[in-house]
């Protein structure tokens, strides 16, 4: 008799919230009203509250969240924007399809997010932005991010996909940036159930004009200020994600007591993410690095264990994207891949689960 540790079921994740999400589906249903109404305006208030910022403007993925924030920052053309060597997909094309290049800059292999150190020296005169990502549910360091892009007069926004509540030094992710970027796709720690996405900001003149650009370039119907998109947060999204906010602390909290048993169990011969006092995390993916990663996956898998990886293949190393980096060399992202392992954190696991995972990976070694 096998037991069954699953990576991720949403429908496990989603269960405390069933009587929630059917009531706030009545009112949307009633409301007669399915795009951008009350639920949408509500969410956008209660979000940039949550996160600290002035405004939150909702829309329709977290990828067009990156696309929109780069384009209404007005950066020149052929700008170039500095993105981190091992992050999702998303982040680099996020820059692509904004009109803009991607500059790719290596991780710090402890923190796997953007190094600051390295930044400065891709740093040109057509560099305008930084996308800062928060990898895994851990803040970049905001600190000196900020100084760098002060120092060059850079913009920054942050990718927040993974870090929704998470914490550096006296804010939150979505409030250092001149922007952040959020995605509420379902595995996310604050999921809707379908795609979603919000930017948050603390200039009005930019959260004024995403309001259009998310809308068409319209913000009065027929009359179009801007040459803009559809991506607008649906509003059924907002109504279900404002339920689903109201627990976000109490999911987050609940990570971080598992990432505890993790951090207290695992023994030496891993590679454990690193606690940093100025950061407080909320563990979207909780990962280990070990030289056998594959062999260790099966052996949790014969334990009835399952695990992902995240990412089994870097950006540079994507066929869609071999012609863009000229003789790329970014061993520490690659490291990342090759060794790399996200355990299961889901909300719905218990302390017991989590015990047996940390017991079965012990007895690897
Ligand atoms: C999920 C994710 C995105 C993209 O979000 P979508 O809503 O799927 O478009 C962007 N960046 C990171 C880091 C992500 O994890």
């Known amino acids: 008799m096998n037991r ?65 924030s780069l384009k209404a920052l007005d950066l020149p053309k052929n700008a170039e924007v500095i993105v981190p060597s091992n992050a999702y997909i998303a982040c680099v094309l996020g820059v692509i399809n904004a009109g803009f290049k991607p500059i790719l ?11 600051p150190a390295k930044i400065e020296a891709h740093i040109s005169n057509k560099t305008k ?42 804010k939150k992710s979505g409030n250092w940036g001149n922007a952040g970027a959020f995605s509420f796709y379902p595995t996310k720690n604050l999921g809707a159930l379908g795609d979603g996405g919000a930017i948050t900001t603390n200039d ?62 695992i023994e030496t011969g891993f590679v454990k993410p690193v606690e940093q006092p100025e950061n407080s995390d909320v563990f979207h993916i909780f990962n280990i690095r070990s030289s056998k990663r594959n062999e260790l996956k099966k052996h949790l898998l014969e334990k009835g264990i399952q695990t992902e990886i995240h990412y089994p293949v870097p950006p540079h190393k994507q066929i869609a994207y071999r012609n863009l980096f000229k003789s790329p060399k970014f061993p ?5 891949h090759a060794t790399t392992l996200s355990l299961p954190i889901a909300v719905f696991h218990t302390e017991d689960e989590i015990n047996y995972v940390a017991d079965c990976l012990n007895g690897f070694n």
Request: aromatic share 12%; with cysteine.
């Open 105 to 115: 800059v290596e991780p710090d292999i402890h923190t796997y997010n953007i190094d």
């Open 129 to 170: 932005a930084i996308l800062a990502v928060h990898l895994y549910g851990k803040m970049c360091d905001m600190t000196n991010i900020t100084l760098i892009a002060q120092k060059y007069d850079l913009k920054v926004v942050e990718d927040c996909a993974q870090a929704h509540g998470a914490q550096h030094r006296d």
């Open 4 to 68: 069954v540790i699953k990576y991720e079921s949403l429908a496990d994740t989603n269960a405390a919230l069933f009587n929630d999400y059917q009531t706030a589906f009545g009112s949307f249903l009633n409301s007669g009203w399915y795009i951008l109404g009350e639920q949408v305006a509500a969410f956008e208030q209660e979000f940039a509250r949550y996160c600290g910022t002035t405004y939150c403007i909702g829309v329709a993925s977290g990828l067009d969240a990156i696309v929109l």
């Open 332 to 336: 520490i992202s690659e490291e990342i």
């Open 204 to 265: 009005g003149a930019l959260a004024e004009k995403l309001f259009y650009l998310r809308n068409y370039g319209s913000k009065i119907k027929y009359e179009n200020k801007y040459i803009g998109y559809n991506s607008r947060l649906d509003e059924v999204q907002a109504a279900f994600l404002r339920k689903k906010l109201l627990k976000l602390d109490e999911i987050n909290k609940h990570k971080r007591k598992l990432a505890r048993i993790y951090f207290d169990k």
